[in-house]
């Protein structure tokens, strides 16, 4: 697991040290702490890891029509959308259309995945329901840390305030570094917060759009180019495991097997999102943070935040290019019952889609691996 999932980029060998009977893991850098994992002989004296999700062939027999019984589901739209969509950089606008905001477009397959979900017997939560933050911590919170941090990355005097949005400098900015503070890491550890600690899911689903680069939000770039990929966690780099965290985090993932349920979970699902969708698999501009994993060609390992932290199989969905010409035109058709036609192609509402060839997917897996019998 170590060569062909987590460490794919290499792991120093004095972080972890795979002997025949045991394996010796740094703990502590400062302190020179290590722990040594023994082996069990056998599959009686294995212990297993302490967890609190159950994998797909735990679960008792689905009942009729409903092979998603008993199954907790968190779903996870991804960023915050509303009023912090343009923070996030997860806004663009054409013309005097509606603006395309991310978060917006997560929360509302969410919704309609929801109610799919529950009428197959699935018990569904929210990682989050609105457009606000599940952290009640705000960017000026974190001036201070910021100030530090880009003091630490060679800024010594860092600028308060980002000039305005064509600034070069804004990365070095206080204000800059401390939204990022607020939306990328303290919101995602607090959704991780809640999912461990209190939703305690079987499985969470991430559900995201993906884009090509648009350029100017205000003027924005649309392509022709669509395509879909799935994420699970993996592919540290070699120096994230440096982190005593981070390699800590991915050995509690390793051991607690989360890997055998997510990634046949990941490729079942994107079987049947390419069966609705038809979209070509997303290939990576490079293979430097991510490996392909599985057999369908469409999922890849990455480390994520949000797929190391929740404690439980995490499948990250990635369908759609928003500032392709088709998806664009989709999401200004909005939701809506049937078929349309967008751009020559009858077609059904983007959110419908998406939603239904998650939920079709989930079915595919559960009813296999519980033995429904329908
Ligand atoms: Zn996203």
């Known amino acids: 697991?170590?060569?062909?999932?987590?460490?794919?980029?290499?792991?120093?060998?004095?972080?972890?040290?795979?002997?025949?009977?045991?394996?010796?893991?740094?703990?502590?850098?400062?302190?020179?702490?290590f722990f040594?994992?023994?082996?069990?002989g056998g599959t009686v004296e294995r212990k297993l890891v302490p967890r609190l999700w159950r994998p797909a062939k735990s679960l008792p027999p689905a009942g009729s029509g409903k092979p998603l019984s008993g199954l907790k589901i968190a779903l996870d739209p991804g960023h915050l959308g509303g009023k912090w969509a343009k923070m996030e950089e997860r806004w663009f606008q054409v013309g005097d259309s509606q603006p395309v905001q991310e978060g917006d477009l997560t929360l509302r397959v969410a919704r309609l995945l929801a109610t799919r979900l529950r009428d197959l017997g699935a018990k569904v939560s929210f990682v989050r329901n609105d457009d606000e933050p599940t952290t009640a911590k705000r960017p000026d919170d974190f001036r201070e840390l910021a100030r530090k941090i880009l003091i630490r990355n060679g800024v010594p005097r860092p600028r308060a305030e980002v000039l305005d949005s064509t600034d070069p400098e804004k990365e070095k900015?206080?204000?800059?570094?401390?939204?990022?503070?607020?939306?990328?890491y303290n919101e995602i550890r607090r959704r991780a917060a809640l999912v461990n600690f209190k939703l305690h899911p079987d499985l969470v689903l991430c559900l995201h759009f993906n884009a090509?680069?648009?350029?100017?939000?205000?003027n924005p770039t649309l392509t022709d180019t669509n395509h879909l990929h799935l994420l699970v966690n993996g592919s540290y780099l070699a120096e994230e495991l440096e982190f005593d965290d981070e390699r800590f985090e991915m050995i509690r993932r390793l051991l607690s097997r989360t890997y055998d349920e997510e990634l046949p979970l990941a490729d079942t699902i994107s079987s049947a999102m390419v069966r609705e969708t038809a979209l070509p698999?997303?290939?990576?501009?490079t293979t430097n943070s991510t490996t392909k994993v599985g057999n369908s060609g469409y999922v890849y390992a990455r480390n994520l935040l949000a797929t190391r932290l929740y404690r439980?199989?995490?499948?990250?969905?990635?369908?759609?290019?928003?500032?392709?010409?088709?998806?664009?035109?989709?999401?200004?058709?909005?939701?809506?019952?049937?078929?349309?036609?967008?751009?020559?192609?009858?077609?059904?509402?983007?959110?419908?889609?998406?939603a239904d060839s998650v939920a079709d997917g989930l079915v595919d897996y559960y009813s296999k691996a519980r033995g429904s019998g329908d």
């Not at 502590?28 to 702490?33: C, S, V």
């Not at 040594?36 to 069990?40: D, G, I, N, Y």
Request: aromatic letters at 14%.
């Open 1 to 33: 697991m170590i060569n062909d999932v987590y460490g794919t980029h290499g792991c120093a060998p004095d972080l972890i040290e795979i002997k025949d009977d045991s394996a010796r893991i740094l703990m502590n850098r400062d302190a020179q702490k």
């Open 36 to 40: 040594t994992l023994r082996f069990a």
């Open 173 to 184: 900015t206080i204000r800059w570094q401390s939204e990022i503070l607020f939306y990328r």
């Open 212 to 218: 090509e680069g648009w350029g100017d939000p205000a």
């Open 281 to 285: 698999p997303y290939a990576y501009p």
């Open 312 to 354: 439980c199989p995490v499948v990250y969905c990635e369908p759609y290019v928003m500032n392709s010409k088709d998806v664009f035109a989709r999401i200004q058709a909005s939701d809506y019952e049937g078929t349309r036609n967008i751009n020559g192609v009858q077609r059904k509402s983007i959110f419908r889609e998406y």
